[in-house]
């Protein structure tokens, strides 16, 4: 059975401060997605990630898959109180049928003005 | 807006009762998945389709759950004689199966249910 393990699980900072959120599994992954969940609303994607190695950035948030694609991370820069919710990495297998996304069980983060 | 959408928001329902939700996927979207979420926990999966074909089904999905996606547009997921346990954020997901490797899931907002 895949696992991604998100870490830390609850993180508080100030504003103004850096940032990164860890994702880890033994399993590979065909493709990891980053998520951001507010309370009572379904997540929503921030990036896909889907070759061993590759960065993308949003902004200030910059995504890494790890090169044998079983880790990501995402490190927020100049962290601000509009960036508070939950981070959850999801991670997709393809075994010549679908599975559905693994997640994570998610990143608390509160940025204190 | 041409999102998924989910339909209640909100249910709440008496321990033996049945409920069912309905999503509406992106238009253009071959694929609809449905996924749990508890307090504290990532989602987890349920089940998806493909068009109208029900393709996995996760341990999760008790005899009590049943799903359809008659005309491979919008689903309906089923729960029969509640129980407490049940009580969840039920979540439904689509995507375009392009290249597998690119697919991306888009979430609906979910619909909380309570029983009590």
């Known amino acids: 059975t895949q696992l991604l393990e998100q870490s830390p699980q609850f993180l508080s900072i100030q504003e103004g401060e850096n940032l990164t959120v860890y994702c880890n599994s033994s399993?590979?992954?065909?493709?990891l997605q980053w998520y951001r969940q507010e309370p009572g609303e379904g997540p929503v994607l921030l990036v896909t990630?889907?070759?061993?190695?590759e960065v993308k950035k949003l902004k200030r948030l910059t995504f890494q898959f790890g090169d044998a694609r079983k880790d990501s991370s995402l490190h927020i820069t100049a962290a601000q109180p509009g960036d508070t919710g939950l981070y959850l990495c999801?991670?997709?297998?393809?075994?010549?049928?679908?599975?559905?996304?693994?997640f994570g069980k998610g990143t608390h983060l509160i940025i204190q003005p | 807006d041409t999102g998924v959408s989910q339909n209640p928001r909100h249910k709440i329902t008496k321990r033996g009762q049945n409920v069912t939700f309905r999503c509406d996927p992106i238009?253009?979207?071959?694929?609809l998945y449905w996924y749990r979420q508890t307090l504290g926990q990532g989602p987890e999966f349920l089940t998806y389709?493909?068009?109208?074909?029900?393709?996995?089904k996760s341990r999760l999905l008790s005899d009590r759950f049943s799903a359809e996606r008659p005309k491979g547009s919008f689903s309906t997921l089923e729960i029969q004689r509640t129980e407490q346990g049940d009580s969840a954020m039920y979540l439904c997901?689509?995507?375009?199966?392009?290249?597998?490797?690119?697919?991306?899931?888009?979430f609906g907002p979910g619909t909380r249910l309570l029983v009590l």
């Open positions: 990630v889907v070759t061993g190695g």
């Open positions: 399993s590979v992954f065909s493709s």
């Open positions: 389709f493909q068009n109208e074909a029900q393709l996995e």
């Open positions: 997901a689509s995507s375009l199966l392009a290249r597998v490797s690119k697919e991306t899931q888009y």
């Open positions: 999801a991670g997709a297998i393809w075994r010549g049928g679908a599975d559905g996304l693994t």
């Open positions: 238009s253009e979207h071959n694929r």
